[in-house]
């Protein structure tokens, strides 16, 4: 009976050793084959992982803020590449193709003179308010085109050529010069639009006047044409229209981009990134067309914006209706 009982002790121990012994001689071999599986499975999420990081997918971040968990933005690389495919070459087109345009025009068909010469006799045209406000506006905008050229494309053009220490010092001034007359910039313009918006609506005669590209043309069947024009003529009101728009494109897009605040998506900033590079582009063509026009195309146009006062001649040649018009309501006032 004990002998009974002693054997079955035996077995049940010999058993348990031959189950240790068993598990003992499996277990590396079970161990190995899960730390192989795991040392897999973590390669092919770590692939995954930074496929998804790359694609800007968004992982877990204890920082709640916008943004804070996407590694990589998606949007910002694809802003770049179009903003350096398209943009750039856009602003270097619409600053040298405009002006090189313009210069070749002005040798081939010469200025617009004024076909019975000056009078002498000065009519009021701008008030003085109007004279501030034109060259407020006028140098801020003139300040924000030289400084943004700076920030998108001085790299190419300016960097190569001049030393770090004096590129960086440019390139700061310009940031600080365009931050702040972007601000000038919106006041003015935003008075300017205000002020100026009644003397700029289009009448059927700006058509005419388009036909015969504004009696600018010195040759051919366009030569000493005149055509119908009220205070501002076709091309004027186009320009203002223009600075209207894009004025207000380039305002909103510039306070999204400088102000941190606003916490914007990453995609939303680069859109106002492109937008601002587009609408500088538009701008900076149509204020080189309209400085040459002041300047040097339309002969006593300049006056308008020194004095205040137009040449009556001018006035009688590019601004025809509006002359008669203040003629007819007593409205004209000659220089003392
Ligand atoms: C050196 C630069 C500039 C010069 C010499 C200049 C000259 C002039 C002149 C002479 C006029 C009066 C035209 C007239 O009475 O019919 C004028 C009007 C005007 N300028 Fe300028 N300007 C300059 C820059 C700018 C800039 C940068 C802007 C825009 C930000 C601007 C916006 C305007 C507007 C909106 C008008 C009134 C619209 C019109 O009737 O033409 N100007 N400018």
Sequence with gaps: MLNLSLNKSLYSVMALLVLILGLG??????FAADDQSSKQQASMSDADMWRAVKAGEAGESTDKRLESNVLINVAGNQGKIVRDTYVKPAIVLSVLGVFGAFLVFYFVNGPSKLSHGFSGKMVERWSKADIWLHWVMAI???ILMVTGIFIMIGRHFLAPYIGEGLWAAIIAFSKFAHDWSGIVFIVSWLLCVIKWMPLQTFKLYDLKWFLVVGG???????KGKHPDSGFANAGEKMWFWT???????????GLMLVLPTLELPREASMIALLVHGVSAVILIAFTIVHIWMATVLSEGGMECMVSG????????????LWYDEIKANGTLKYKD
């Design 25 to 30: 001689l499996m277990a590396p071999s079970t």
């Design 140 to 142: 801020a905008c003139l």
């Design 216 to 222: 600018y043309i010195n040759f051919g069947p366009f």
């Design 243 to 253: 600075l209207t728009i894009f004025g207000l494109f380039i305002s909103v897009s």
């Design 309 to 320: 006062y137009c040449d009556e001649n001018w006035a009688i040649q590019h601004h025809n």
